[in-house]
């Protein structure tokens, strides 16, 4: 009678275990990519280190986080572009769901928002898919370690945006006037309400006393002023003295 076919990690044909013979020491990984022919090349280059058991290869992040919990593996292997659950996703659940199980993003995306958004959702190690094989080795045995890799460019880019600081905030928008007022009225309405009469205000605004005039008689109406005292009034009450 034949021997029975070795059964292969994971749920997908392409999800293959390294023949370390399942050595209890080797660091057990699970390989998460979208991309079929990335996928097989991870797992083959992963199978040639000695120390390194992968355990499953998935296709998705819901995936990586299922396999996870079936596998037990020491560090996932994680793309972050990937359909459905992204890899960024898929690490937030790991570290909330299973947080002994460390997440080493291998990713070409570089940009700062991919970088700390992976690192905040709990990765423990960012790399490139320029780094090498020793590059990757090194990363996951520091995973499991619970110490943190960064690829060399990864590190200068966070240096860099470090050194810039926090963007400047935009500038509050100041508080719509009420009833209506125009921004001159209301310059006119402070002076108005500071004691200052017409010719006083003409001068401080460069305008002549007729223009003065025109801004009180529309700011009169609109705050339903009958004269300057209820228009000083109104001022304080609306915090525009």
Request: aromatic share 2%.
């Amino acid at each position: 009678m034949s021997a029975r076919p070795r059964e292969r990690a994971g749920v997908h044909e392409d999800a293959r275990v390294s023949g370390d013979g399942g050595r209890t020491d080797a660091l057990r990984v699970v390989v998460a990519d979208d991309q079929t022919v990335v996928r097989d090349g991870l797992v083959a280059l992963l199978g040639l280190l000695p120390d390194v058991e992968v355990v499953a290869a998935a296709r998705d992040g819901a995936e990586a986080v299922e396999l996870a919990h079936r596998h037990a593996p020491d560090v996932v292997l994680m793309d972050l572009g990937m359909p459905g659950v992204d890899g960024v996703e898929a690490t937030r659940r790991l570290a909330a769901e299973l947080p002994d199980v460390a997440v080493v993003v291998l990713t070409t995306y570089a940009d700062d928002t991919s970088i700390l958004a992976a690192l905040q959702a709990g990765a423990r190690g960012y790399l490139t898919k320029s780094a090498g094989r020793a590059d990757i080795a090194r990363a996951l045995h520091a995973a499991r370690a619970r110490q943190v890799v960064l690829d060399a460019d990864v590190q200068a880019r966070l240096l860099a945006a470090a050194a810039e600081g926090p963007p400047t905030p935009a500038p509050a928008a100041p508080p719509a006037l009420p009833d209506g007022l125009t921004d001159r009225e209301a310059e006119v309405l402070r002076l108005v309400a500071r004691g200052r009469s017409n010719g006083e205000i003409a001068r401080e605004l460069f305008v002549s006393v007729a223009t003065v005039k025109t801004h009180v008689n529309h700011l009169f109406a609109k705050t339903g002023s009958r004269d300057r005292a209820q228009a000083v009034a109104y001022a304080h009450e609306r915090g525009l003295a």
